[in-house]
């Protein structure tokens, strides 16, 4: 059983910067992938970043692509979302996940356990 907290969230001014952290329970941290995942009101939940057990290999979302940065620390067993120039259509609540190594990283359904979310709001 892997237990995720997210933390991070807030209110941002377009074009402003927030950086999200996981916090994993577990021993087994370093072998799953993660991934970071949003949902926007009234819209499904939609793939952001995920970064591999290694930490060599990132993926992202082409909305977010060259904005947004997925990184690992496997010693607090933490992953992080590093938002830059974000626009009012980055509001959502995030969540981080932990792949379960079946399937795409960008499909959620690949994902076997979830965070609570963390809320960000960006003003414009």
């Known amino acids: 059983q892997v237990q995720l907290v997210e933390s991070g969230g807030g209110l941002v001014q377009a074009g402003g910067s927030l950086s999200l952290s996981c916090a994993a329970s577990g021993r087994t941290f370093r072998r799953f992938g993660m991934g970071w995942f949003r949902q926007a009101p009234g819209k499904e939940r939609e793939f952001v970043a995920a970064?591999?057990?290694?930490?060599?290999?990132?993926y992202y979302a082409d909305s977010v692509k060259g904005r947004f940065t997925i990184s690992r620390d496997g010693v607090k067993n933490t992953v992080y979302l590093q938002m830059n120039s974000m626009q009012p259509e980055d509001t959502a609540v995030y969540y981080c996940?932990?792949?379960?190594?079946?399937?795409?990283?960008?499909?959620?359904?690949?994902?076997?356990?979830w965070g609570q979310g963390t809320r960000v709001t960006v003003s414009s």
């Open positions: 996940a932990v792949y379960s190594g079946i399937g795409s990283y960008f499909d959620r359904s690949s994902y076997n356990y």
């Open positions: 970064i591999a057990s290694s930490g060599d290999n990132t």
